[in-house]
T-cell receptor, first 114, second 116 residues
Framework: EAQVTQNPRYLITVTGKKLTVTCSQNMNHEYMSWYRQDPGLGLRQIYYSMNVEVTDKGDVPEGYKVSRKEKRNFPLILESPSPNQTSLYFC?????????????FGPGTRLTVL | AQSVSQHNHHVILSEAASLELGCNYSYGGTVNLFWYVQYPGQHLQLLLKYFSGDPLVKGIKGFEAEFIKSKFSFNLRKPSVQWSDTAEYFCAVNGGGLYNFNKFYFGSGTKLNVKP
């Protein structure tokens, strides 16, 4: 089954404690992306990756890091989380340019930073 | 800067009513356009997309959207809504073509409540 998985699904942490949210896709997609969803703001792109070792900033990259060492994985790293990073995070992947492509979203990670 | 505007933040309709959700974008170039739906507690799912060709795009569940380039609009329509269409709807845009497929911009979303 084609899917994007994220772990953990829920996380409560404290300010300054480094954390990583994992994202993995099984569709051999080149393009992967991270978003945060906040009420009234829709989804805002944090980082995206066009392929292995190719990443770039989205609209709201401050306070986040990513890496793309393998095609299937695209972890999101918060080196020193702060309360304003409390949000719902989605990972997504797609194969850009193909006639049948669509952006598949993961189930989401709800992060609370105290 | 690129942006996507969804004019209606909250829409309430009765079953069988017709739906039109507005979406306008600001993007300097060829665009790919999308509508996503998010049912309560779930992740986003693609309803339909426009890359090129016929500006009237048909998607799943009876939804369609029309790309009007001169108005920078991509409005979503459905002739007759059902209670199961209750969800939040997001319009999104990114640069057109394979080599411009980079950043995605989403609107702030429209919550649709359909009364049975």
């Amino acid at each position: 089954e084609a899917q994007v998985t994220q772990n953990p699904r829920y996380l409560i942490t404290v300010t300054g404690k480094k954390l990583t949210v994992t994202c993995s896709q099984n569709m051999n997609h080149e393009y992967m992306s991270w978003y945060r969803q906040d009420p009234g703001l829709g989804l805002r792109q944090i980082y995206y990756s066009m392929n292995v070792e190719v990443t770039d900033k989205g609209d709201v990259p401050e306070g986040y890091k990513v890496s793309r060492k393998e095609k299937r994985n695209f972890p999101l790293i918060l080196e020193s989380p702060s309360p304003n990073q409390t949000s719902l995070y989605f990972c997504a992947s797609t194969h850009p340019g193909s006639a049948s492509d669509t952006q598949y979203f993961g189930p989401g990670t709800r992060l609370t930073v105290l | 800067a690129q942006s996507v505007s969804q004019h209606n933040h909250h829409v309430i309709l009765s079953e069988a009513a017709s739906l039109e959700l507005g979406c306008n974008y600001s993007y300097g170039g060829t665009v790919n356009l999308f509508w996503y739906v998010q049912y309560p507690g779930q992740h986003l799912q693609l309803l339909l997309k426009y890359f090129s060709g016929d500006p009237l795009v048909k998607g799943i569940k009876g939804f369609e959207a029309e790309f009007i380039k001169s108005k920078f609009s991509f409005n979503l329509r459905k002739p007759s809504v059902q209670w199961s269409d209750t969800a939040e709807y997001f319009c999104a845009v990114n640069g057109g073509g394979l080599y411009n497929f980079n950043k995605f911009y989403f609107g702030s979303g429209t919550k649709l409540n359909v009364k049975p």
